[in-house]
């Protein structure tokens, strides 16, 4: 774009600056509109905490503890804390009286990078329903893991709480995207407007 076109789209949006506010707050009106009309997820995260089990035998320890800093164990653990009987077991736990498989309650592990630890992350539409079932997740996991790796235990460092405040829509977010949008459109019909109404006008003359 070289100059004399910036030229010529500033002065018309200068000229016609009231189109860009009115698209500007018809966009604003319908974000925030749609916004409000969407449906409320919240987010929760529970931290849990892998260590050689107590039980552990001495000539174990050491075997236990150099798996750990593989990462190799945390991986799998993880991995095992995100399957379905995991998840089914979590849900009945939390009292949750939903099918296993429905998507509306999400969870999701990780393992933290050169650690010991997983997260366990859940999304539901009801914020107390989102700590239940992540907290429900660790409780079930300590016992199942337990079973298939007896010289581990599987701790809660940190419960989950239940949010304050929504994860998805972002209020803010979607508002500033819309401000972004509208002034974009704005600038477009702006300069759209002025062009067509200068044509309408040599035609007349």
Same mark, same amino acid.
């Given at each position: 774009? !070289?100059?004399?076109?910036? *030229?010529?789209?500033?002065?018309?949006?200068?000229?016609?600056?009231?189109?860009v506010?009115?698209?500007?707050?018809?966009?604003?009106?319908? !974000?925030?509109?749609?916004? #409000? $009309?969407? $449906?409320?997820?919240?987010?929760?995260?529970?931290?849990?905490?892998?260590a050689?089990? #107590?039980?552990?035998?001495?000539?174990?320890?050491?075997?236990?503890?150099?798996?750990?800093g593989?990462?190799?164990?945390? @991986?799998?653990?993880?991995?095992?804390?995100?399957?379905?009987?995991?998840?089914?077991?979590?849900?009945?736990?939390?009292g949750?009286?939903?099918?296993? #498989? !429905?998507?509306?309650?999400?969870?999701?592990?990780?393992?933290?990078? !050169?650690?010991?630890i997983?997260e366990?992350?859940?999304?539901?539409?009801?914020? /107390?329903?989102?700590?239940?079932?992540? /907290?429900?997740?660790?409780?079930?996991?300590?016992?199942?893991?337990? $079973?298939?790796y007896p010289?581990?235990?599987?701790?809660? *460092?940190?419960?989950?709480?239940?949010?304050?405040?929504?994860?998805?829509?972002?209020?803010?977010?979607?508002?500033?995207?819309?401000g972004?949008?509208?002034?974009?459109? @704005?600038?477009? #019909?702006?300069?759209?407007?002025?062009?067509?109404?200068?044509?309408?006008?040599?035609?007349? *003359?």
């Open positions: 774009m !070289d100059s004399a076109t910036i *030229v010529e789209v500033s002065c018309a949006i200068r000229r016609r600056w009231w189109l506010v009115v698209v500007v707050m018809a966009v604003l009106v319908t !974000d925030l509109v749609t916004t #409000s $009309q969407s $449906q409320r997820v919240y987010m929760a995260r529970a931290s849990l905490l892998i050689p089990s #107590s039980s552990v035998e001495p000539g174990q320890l050491v075997y236990s503890v150099d798996a750990l593989r990462s190799m164990i945390v @991986g799998t653990y993880a991995n095992m804390l995100s399957t379905d009987t995991i998840r089914r077991e979590a849900l009945e736990r939390a949750v009286a939903v099918d296993p #498989s !429905d998507p509306q309650i999400q969870i999701k592990t990780a393992a933290l990078a !050169d650690s010991a997983v366990v992350t859940t999304f539901a539409n009801d914020p /107390n329903v989102a700590a239940t079932v992540a /907290n429900a997740v660790g409780h079930v996991g300590e016992v199942r893991m337990s $079973q298939l010289m581990y235990d599987l701790s809660v *460092v940190t419960e989950a709480i239940p949010p304050k405040t929504a994860y998805r829509p972002d209020v803010g977010r979607n508002l500033a995207l819309g972004l949008l509208g002034l974009l459109l @704005g600038a477009v #019909s702006a300069c759209t407007y002025d062009k067509l109404l200068r044509r309408t006008s040599k035609v007349i *003359v």
